[in-house]
């Protein structure tokens, strides 16, 4: 009965692991995508304000 016990005990335990190791591959995800965006966004209004002061000259 204690073996049992302490073998669910693992196996919850390696449940919790395998979600905190999952969540935080999501999150690290979700940061470098949003990073990326942000970067290419600020690329293409960068690109925007060369050209128009090109255009003014």
Known sequence: MNG???RSFG???????????????VVLLAAFLIFQYSN?????NNQQLKESIL???
């Open 4 to 6: 049992k016990r302490q």
């Open 40 to 44: 290419y966004e600020e690329q293409k």
């Open 11 to 25: 196996s919850a335990w390696m449940h919790m692991v395998r979600l905190v190791a999952v969540t935080m591959v």
């Open 55 to 57: 255009n003014e000259q």
